[in-house]
């Protein structure tokens, strides 16, 4: 089993930036695939980003690419989510995500293992 947790949200303005980390306990963390995606009110969650379990892959949703950037530090255990340039549409809660060696999955029925979310608000 792993745990994941997020931290890094909060409120910013639009064209700021925030850093979001999820830190994984439990199994080896370096045997797992991650993932970033977000929920808004009253819709569906969406894929975001991910990175393959040795870093040398990511994959980006076509409304972030050139403006967020995921990255990972296997010997701290933690996944991060660089978001520059925000956007009020970027608003939504954020959860970090793992798959035991997996690619660089989009579809949130990949993951196995999931975080509580981090809430960021872009304020206009």
């Known amino acids: 089993q792993v745990q994941l947790v997020e931290s890094g949200g909060g409120l910013v303005q639009a064209g700021g930036s925030l850093r979001l980390s999820c830190a994984a306990s439990?199994?080896?963390?370096?045997?797992?695939?991650m993932g970033w995606f977000r929920q808004a009110p009253g819709k569906e969650r969406e894929f975001v980003a991910s990175?393959?379990?040795?870093?040398?892959?990511?994959n980006y949703a076509d409304s972030v690419k050139g403006r967020f950037t995921i990255s990972r530090d296997n010997a701290k255990n933690t996944v991060y989510l660089q978001m520059n340039s925000l956007k009020p549409e970027d608003t939504a809660l954020y959860y970090c995500?793992?798959?035991?060696?997996?690619?660089?999955?989009?579809?949130?029925?990949?993951?196995?293992?999931w975080g509580q979310g981090t809430q960021v608000t872009v304020s206009s």
């Open positions: 995500a793992a798959k035991y060696f997996g690619g660089v999955p989009t579809g949130p029925n990949e993951y196995e293992h």
């Open positions: 439990g199994r080896t963390f370096r045997n797992y695939a």
């Open positions: 990175i393959s379990w040795t870093g040398g892959r990511t």
